[in-house]
């Protein structure tokens, strides 16, 4: 199905690369941009990111076939309760949030159900650096994105949404909102919390000094995501903080097992600790 026109509203990195990819592909004649920054949305239609743009919601979404909610966690209920009025029983909505449930849970709270051409999502790909000057239109070739579908969905939507990624090149798969929450608080959530726990850790103790002068290449590859933005992570943590606490307390065990090793110098069972983690490394990451 070809698209007559698209609303982005949140025309950052998500959202600007996936509107950057449809254009590339030719998917929809028309790619509106919405959001609270005129100067960041002129900056969209000069880098031929998006066509135009309102500041007026109600003209942004009038008419779309379809439109992508890519703003922070915090904000979904709010933007979905303004765009209610405007938008049609066949009106596709789709978004990129981290957290399903919580994406879900402010759908029903607007909706009082999951309306049929809702189809939540999630791309799995991104940088450090946000805005829309970062927006890419291969960010998300070969990468996977995953959707959520209620029982509600209707399955043209689900088929549209699933052919605009793969037509930007991602590798699309379905899991429950549950699964998918517990699964990214684990091999997502948690690694940017660490990340986010060790810099602060090294900046608060003094003792060391510019202790940042001295990290080399194992540092920086650690602590790169400690660059994401605040905004994004808070909201995150608070939308999907019972996994990610699960997940948190499951590091600590394994540090607290950790710690007692290196301790008692327990020299080959340091040695299994470590070789246990390269040999699932290597063979399930690539």
Sequence with gaps: MHLKKMTIIGVGLIGGSFAKGIKKAQ???????????????????????????SLDLS??????????????????????????????DKTIITDVGSAKASVLNAVKNVFGKI???FVAGHPIAGKEKSGVEAACDALFDAHKV????????????????????????????????EF????????????????????????????LGNVFQYTAGGFRDFTRIASSDATMWRDISMSNSQAIVKWLKNYQQELDYLITLVEKQESDKIYDFFIQAKKARDTHIQ
């Design 27 to 53: 998917l929809c004649d028309q790619i509106t941009g919405f959001g609270p920054n005129e100067k960041e949305l002129q900056t969209a239609v000069e880098l031929n990111v998006i066509d135009n743009y």
């Design 115 to 117: 309306p049929s051409h």
């Design 146 to 177: 995953i959707l959520t579908p209620s029982p509600e969905t209707d399955k043209q939507a689900l088929e549209q949404v699933q052919h605009l990624w793969q037509a930007l090149g991602a590798d699309v798969s379905e899991m429950t909102p």
């Design 59 to 88: 003209t942004a979404v009038k008419g779309a076939d379809l439109i992508l909610l890519s703003v922070p966690l915090g904000a979904m209920q709010a933007v979905l309760a303004d765009i209610k009025p405007f938008i049609t």
């Design 180 to 207: 998918h929450d517990e699964v990214f608080a684990a091999t997502s959530h948690l690694p940017h919390l660490l990340a986010f726990g060790l810099v602060n850790l090294l900046n608060e103790h003094e003792e």
